[in-house]
């Protein structure tokens, strides 16, 4: 490309920049991104070799732009080079010990028992809000009780499962909260 075209699409770029840049923000997904594209596209203007004249210079400026723009969205998705990730490959998991695979099976099996123990609308109860994550609410429209009722049998069934567990590993831990949305 001669330093006239180069100037002339520079130009281009110029007078059309918002249009360019609404146009290949739909593109991209980003205002933030189409700028970071179109100003290293007048940076690279100077480079541009096209193979035949540009008959269209906008839409020559934005397949330009976009090519950049995917291009650096490649290069922002590669976080790890080949190296790197074979170094964690041959990283040890230190956390399938058998140790802790026979304290979190006790751990299931305490909570079981204490489940178990639970009246079964309790149970259901605990289910639901732990298990299934289910707001108060939705839990009370389920079982045809009030929120306040919900709450009460909630609490009651914590309480138990907490006095059951006391001396697991997972109450040790902190590991105790399950699913839950507010």
């Not at 079981?112 to 289910?134: F, S, T, W």
Request: proline share 4%; net charge neutral.
């Amino acid at each position: 490309m001669s330093m006239f075209s180069a100037a002339l699409l520079r130009l281009r770029l110029i007078a059309r920049y918002p249009e360019l840049r609404r146009s290949l923000e739909r593109i991209v997904g980003s205002r933030d991104q189409a700028q970071a594209a179109l100003h290293e596209t007048w940076i690279k203007l100077d480079a541009a070799r096209p193979a035949s004249p540009v008959l269209n210079p906008d839409a020559y400026l934005l397949r330009m732009a976009a090519r950049i723009a995917t291009d650096d969205w490649r290069r922002s998705r590669e976080l790890l080079d080949d190296d790197e990730r074979e170094a964690l490959l041959q990283v040890v998991d230190e956390t399938a010990d058998p140790q802790r695979v026979v304290a979190a099976r006790l751990d299931v099996q305490a909570l079981e028992e204490a489940m178990n123990e639970l009246p079964p609308r309790q149970r259901a109860i605990l289910a639901a809000a732990r298990v299934d994550g289910l707001l108060n609410a939705e839990i009370a429209e389920r079982f045809q009780i009030s929120v306040a009722m919900v709450k009460k049998e909630l609490a009651a069934a914590m309480r138990h499962c907490r006095l059951r567990l006391a001396d697991t590993q997972a109450v040790a831990d902190g590991d105790i909260v399950g699913r839950r949305k507010f």
